[in-house]
């Protein structure tokens, strides 16, 4: 240091002693006075590891390098040096070359960590665990919300982390929805964890996959090492087939109808089946058919979870939405026929009839229980 910065110093010194606090110190103003932004007097200046030259010059402190001393020096085995963190005073000593968990980089600049391992001379284990590491929902209905399942986030280290974002990765990830307590930017504290609630709903048949992950890091240590752990989403799309109608005048030919994929066809006795939900006026596979009715006279009856009942006249080319007047629940649960042609359908209200062809129905509960 010149000695007209000594001197400089020595009068700021005097003046802070006189005065018992530091200056206020404009630093764009009198950049010989600071380092990165900090009076050359500022406890937090040059890293907390070094002493401040004005100019943004930092003289770091031994095992200490970067323009601020911001990275810790590899050191040698049994140098013995202690240095402290801005993280409660807690202090630790490095008689290891990086702690023993890790590399010292060939320039020199720090130590490079194992995995699992984090910090300026990789002492502080990345403890972040996302429990369970799999999940799996089973077998859900297609389009049908499944269970609702949870995975818990915790903070095994010693110092407090900070969430960063979460995400969904894989091929099927817009088919699982995230909730939960744990939100970006939240801290946690050591042992403290946080809740991620997961709701699955295949858009298909077949395995569903996809990845949650969950990135943190450590701001109070003076750097950030970001730390990413994740956990396997899996499970299965499945079509419930809730009923098979035989046509009553070509025994060979089947109606089948699936929740969540209308009604299928086939004219071989089930030997390979084709879509027969049309193009108008209404595309079943918006709707869950539970039951199909089949007359003599070539209509086809489908009742549906939400939508009441629909009827086909060529053999499930085209569906129309009956009139379903005085059917006060859609919810048909269950649809039979009778010889004569007349429509019976069960619902979450009770037992309805009509006679002419769905237009029309009446209530017929009586005796049965609320």
Not at 187 to 194: I, R, V
Not at 201 to 207: C, D, E, N, V, W
Not at 241 to 248: A, K, Q
């Amino acid at each position: 240091m010149s000695k007209k910065m000594v001197l400089l110093f020595m009068v700021v010194l005097a003046m802070v002693l006189l005065a018992g606090e530091s200056p206020a110190v404009d630093c764009s103003l009198q950049p010989y006075l600071c380092c990165s932004g900090h009076f050359w007097m500022d406890p937090a200046v040059c890293s907390h590891h070094g002493v401040c030259q004005g100019n943004d010059v930092c003289d770091c402190y031994a095992h200490w390098t970067g323009q601020n001393c911001q990275n810790r020096s590899c050191g040698s085995a049994g140098t013995g040096t202690t240095y402290t963190y801005n993280l409660d005073g807690l202090q630790f000593t490095d008689d290891n070359r990086c702690s023993l968990h890790g590399t010292c980089d060939t320039a020199g600049t720090g130590c490079i960590c194992n995995p699992g391992w984090m910090g300026i001379a990789c002492e502080f284990p990345t403890n972040g665990i996302l429990a369970p590491a799999a999940l799996d929902f089973g077998t859900v209905t297609v389009g049908t919300p499944g269970p609702v399942r949870s995975i818990t986030f915790t903070n095994t280290s010693i110092i407090t982390l900070t969430l960063g974002v979460i995400t969904l990765t894989g091929a099927n990830s817009a088919e699982f929805v995230l909730g939960g307590s744990c939100a970006n930017d939240s801290q946690l504290h050591m042992g403290e964890n946080c809740t991620i609630v997961i709701t699955f709903t295949p858009q298909a048949i077949g395995s569903r996959s996809a990845t949650i992950n969950v990135a943190a890091n450590y701001p109070d240590v003076g750097f950030t090492k970001p730390l990413t752990v994740n956990t396997s989403l899996t499970g299965t799309g499945i079509i419930s087939t809730s009923s098979i109608v035989i046509d009553p005048t070509t025994p060979a030919t089947l109606y089948a109808g699936l929740d969540g994929a209308g009604v299928y066809k086939s004219t071989n006795s089930g030997g390979s089946w084709n879509e027969a939900n049309g193009t108008t006026p209404n595309n079943l596979t918006d709707l869950r058919v539970k039951v199909l009715a089949r007359t003599t006279t070539g209509k086809l009856y489908a009742g549906t979870y939400g939508g009441g009942v629909f009827k086909s006249t060529d053999s499930g080319d085209t569906w129309s939405a009956c009139t379903n007047t005085n059917l006060t629940n859609l919810n048909v649960v269950s649809l039979t026929i009778d010889a004569n042609g007349k429509l019976y359908a069960g619902t979450e209200a009770g037992v309805f009839a009509s006679g002419d062809e769905c237009a029309n129905w009446t209530a017929i509960n009586s005796g049965l229980p609320n």
